[in-house]
């Protein structure tokens, strides 16, 4: 009798550990870990200075005024100095924030679009995914910048170019962790219970399949966002990716090599942002994976049992 209510709380909180999903995780596991929360936090501020660079930026990021070329950060209304041409640097990096999470992000999320269909379906059609997978493997031979760069300088500068190099190169490895997953899915029993019942292909690819294989695509994506944010700078850099005068952090970088000694300041700035939004990206993408790495999950249950209970 006395095991009766013990054995049924046991009960009651395994169907509740049961019923938690990734997103219940994902948001104690991130929210429970200070240093993702700080890095979150920042990369929302970048965002906002993105969207708000227009009504909060002191002066037009194209504007020069010529009596100020190179001077210090501390002038008199440029806290953060001006450039070679007499241009605000505090406005161009803002303006620069929106340029740089674009091509940033963007590729990311349309490899991903690509990737996890045919990750799926390569997956699910042994034969087809041995084509699909040799084809993956023939561009992930190339090292993703070189490649990056190939791509880009074959089709010339500019935005649009900048970002389908990009996704042409990250398509393969997204695709890998997608297959990867989904092949582990379609030994599963609720798979083979839907084959069972006849199932089509199609829905238990993209209703059953699709939820519990995606969680690795998007974990995957955002511990890549760092590197794509570099990679991005790095073409605009050499002058294949963002054209000027459009405010940047790679051009901005760029535009300063001839003024190292004079004017440090005018790739510094821009380079420590680079550096500071590459290392928020991936401090959130760490907290991600540990969040949904189920050993991880095992620890944040035993170590803070008031967060899962």
């Known amino acids: 009798m006395v095991d009766g209510p013990v054995t049924g709380k046991v009960a009651s909180s395994r169907r509740r550990a049961r019923r938690r999903t990734n997103l219940y995780f994902v948001w104690h596991g991130v929210g429970s870990d200070p240093v993702a929360r700080g890095a979150a936090f920042l990369i929302l501020v970048l965002l906002l200075c993105a969207i708000l660079a227009p009504v909060i930026a002191p002066f037009d990021p194209n504007a020069a005024h010529n009596a100020l070329r190179l001077q210090p950060p501390g002038t008199p209304g440029h806290p953060l100095g001006v450039d070679h041409q007499g241009r605000d640097i505090l406005s161009r990096l803002l303006h620069g924030s929106g340029m740089t999470l674009l091509a940033g992000v963007l590729p990311v999320v349309l490899g991903a679009v690509i990737s996890i269909p045919l990750g799926l379906v390569g997956a699910w059609y042994p034969r087809l995914?041995?084509?699909?997978?040799?084809?993956?493997?023939?561009?992930?031979?190339?090292?993703?910048?070189?490649?990056?760069?190939?791509?880009?300088?074959?089709?010339?500068?500019?935005?649009?170019?900048?970002?389908?190099?990009?996704?042409?190169?990250?398509?393969?490895?997204?695709?890998?962790?997608?297959?990867?997953?989904?092949?582990?899915?379609?030994?599963?029993?609720?798979?083979?219970?839907?084959?069972?019942?006849?199932?089509?292909?199609?829905?238990?690819?993209?209703?059953?399949?699709?939820?519990?294989?995606?969680?690795?695509?998007?974990?995957?994506?955002?511990?890549?966002?760092?590197?794509?944010?570099?990679?991005?700078?790095?073409?605009?850099?050499?002058?294949?990716?963002?054209?000027?005068?459009?405010?940047?952090?790679?051009?901005?970088?760029?535009?300063?090599?001839?003024?190292?000694?004079?004017?440090?300041?005018?790739?510094?700035?821009?380079?420590?942002?680079?550096?500071?939004?590459v290392l928020a990206f991936n401090l959130v993408g760490d907290a991600l994976r540990d969040s949904l790495d189920p050993q991880t999950r095992l620890r944040l249950v035993r170590h803070r049992p008031h967060l899962f209970g």
């Open 129 to 277: 995914g041995e084509i699909v997978m040799r084809l993956m493997d023939i561009v992930f031979a190339f090292p993703m910048a070189l490649l990056a760069i190939m791509l880009a300088a074959f089709m010339g500068p500019g935005l649009l170019n900048m970002i389908l190099a990009l996704v042409v190169t990250l398509v393969p490895y997204n695709t890998r962790v997608v297959y990867a997953a989904a092949t582990q899915e379609r030994q599963l029993a609720y798979i083979e219970a839907a084959r069972a019942a006849a199932t089509p292909d199609l829905k238990i690819l993209f209703v059953e399949m699709l939820p519990n294989v995606a969680a690795a695509s998007v974990v995957y994506s955002c511990t890549i966002i760092g590197a794509v944010v570099i990679t991005a700078a790095g073409l605009s850099f050499l002058g294949l990716g963002v054209q000027p005068p459009i405010a940047e952090w790679g051009i901005m970088t760029s535009e300063g090599r001839s003024y190292l000694v004079n004017a440090p300041h005018i790739s510094a700035l821009p380079g420590i942002a680079i550096t500071v939004l």
